[in-house]
């Protein structure tokens, strides 16, 4: 022990140009600190002072490959474990519609919740990629409507309200899912219709469900009046919860929104309704197909907030305002989430025949959720590269791990298809088909 702290002591005089008597080990980290600057992930050292003359202040009997490396060791170690805990940043400030103040224009990020958000948007990230890559490898196969680029609104509100608070969204579901405490292998396993999956096979990529999670729903806009429902239930038990009723651009002109906004408005409900407008809806830009594109003002006598979608602080900021404002009694709040898908409507949508390929290569290159949260954890010696690379990896294997487990899984047999249809007791018929008579596959040959 006592070679290993000369050996270190000796390392870090060399580093700070101090002599080896003058100072204890921890009064040179100190000074080795001034030296040290962690930026954009990449450890940086500034101007050393010149070396002394050979043979001073210096123990012949100490090899210098040795305390190289030893010093090498020292500055690494500082740059994985010195880290920020927490920062403050300025987000951008939210429209507002009926509203006199709205969410604050900073946020406050800590090392853990940004590591959690990071990890969370990227293990989504990596499940749609794996999922586009299944479905063109006929693999997975119908209606697949994938989340990439819109990450941040999912990882924003599920960090903004609580677990216990209930989520209903549209068809592009599998974020949510995630976020709702389901697990890749699960979803991906749905998306292949293997008995594994959450919904067992059954539910394919629209119909995935889990506690307080109500799924995707493939009718446009039809979720919107069943979270006020929810959010109805809510009230009626006073249990304190609220629901998040999730639309898309496209869907916001349903006649059903506004017949919802109404009862939600005069019963005051506790329901925030969430418009993900990213953009177009199906291969129509917003501006085709609305006459006003202030989703957010839509609600007329429901207060509203335009929020920045691709920032994931926005969103959690703007989310718990949101259900503040709904735990305390005001009613229901519609928040507009501008943000961008990067392929198209559905995997049967090139994506790029209404749009070009140039609009979504700036978008990605400008604008990407998790490449701006990631750059604000590196320039605030939040994280380093290193250690996001690690959870890169980690997710790269868990994705792909379940990839092998959706491609592996059996399909559910079909004496299942009349199972889980009622909660309990089913009826001896359903819907001409007797649950107990065993059912054959007919070919269609026959």
Same mark, same amino acid.
């Given at each position: ?199 067992? /096979? #059954? $539910? ?9 999670? %109500?799924? @995707? ?6 979720? *919107? ?103 305390? /009694? #005001? $009613? ?9 898908? %990067?392929? @198209? ?6 994506? *790029? ?94």
């Amino acid at each position: 022990m006592r070679n290993m702290l000369t050996l270190i002591s000796n390392a870090l005089c060399r580093i700070t140009g101090r002599k080896v008597a003058e100072q204890t080990v921890s009064e040179l980290l100190i000074d080795l600190s001034e030296f040290v600057n962690v930026s954009s992930g990449a450890t940086h050292i500034r101007k050393l002072p010149p070396e002394p003359p050979p043979g001073a202040d210096r123990d012949p009997e100490l090899d210098t490959d040795l305390i190289d490396s030893a010093a090498a060791q020292v500055v690494a170690s500082r740059s994985f474990t010195d880290f920020t805990p927490q920062v403050s940043f300025n987000i951008k400030s939210c429209d507002l519609h009926g509203l006199e103040e709205g969410p604050a224009d900073s946020a406050v990020l800590t090392r853990d919740q940004g590591l959690s958000y990071y990890r969370c948007m990227q293990t989504i990230r990596r499940m749609e990629l794996k999922a586009d890559q299944l479905y063109k490898q006929k693999i997975i196969r119908g209606f697949c409507h994938l989340y990439d680029g819109q990450e941040a609104c999912a990882a924003g509100i599920e960090a903004g309200i609580e677990r216990t608070d209930h989520l209903i969204t549209a068809y592009r579901a599998h974020a949510f899912t995630y976020t709702r405490g389901v697990s890749v292998r699960e979803i991906l396993a749905e998306l292949t219709g293997r008995k594994g999956g959450v919904a067992k /096979g #059954k $539910g394919g990529s629209m119909h995935m469900y889990a506690p307080h999670f %109500y799924g @995707g729903n493939g009718i446009v806009g039809a979720q *919107v009046p069943l979270g006020a429902g929810i959010a109805l239930a809510c009230q009626y038990q006073g249990n304190g919860q609220i629901c998040v009723a999730l639309y898309g651009d496209g869907a916001a002109n349903q006649g059903q929104l506004f017949e919802a906004y109404n009862m939600a408005a005069l019963w005051k409900l506790p329901c925030v309704f969430v418009c993900e407008n990213n953009r177009y809806g199906m291969g129509t830009s917003v501006e085709r197909a609305a006459a006003s594109t202030d989703y957010y003002k839509r609600g007329d006598f429901i207060p509203g907030l335009r929020v920045d979608g691709m920032d994931v602080l926005c969103v959690r900021e703007a989310t718990k305002f949101a259900a503040d404002h709904c735990r305390s /009694g #005001k $009613g229901p709040i519609l928040m507009e989430l501008q943000t961008y898908r %990067y392929h @198209g409507h559905s995997m049967s949508d090139p994506g *790029v025949s209404y749009r070009t390929r140039e609009e979504i290569q700036e978008v990605r290159s400008k604008n990407d959720p998790i490449s701006l949260l990631k750059e604000r954890m590196l320039s605030n010696n939040m994280a380093s590269v290193e250690e996001l690379k690690e959870i890169d990896g980690e997710i790269r294997k868990e994705v792909d791990d379940g990839a092998q487990f959706a491609t592996s899984d059996p399909e559910p047999p079909l004496d299942d298809l009349c199972k889980d249809i009622y909660h309990n007791s089913p009826p001896v018929q359903v819907r001409g088909t007797n649950p107990w008579i065993k059912l054959q596959s007919v070919s269609s040959s026959s």
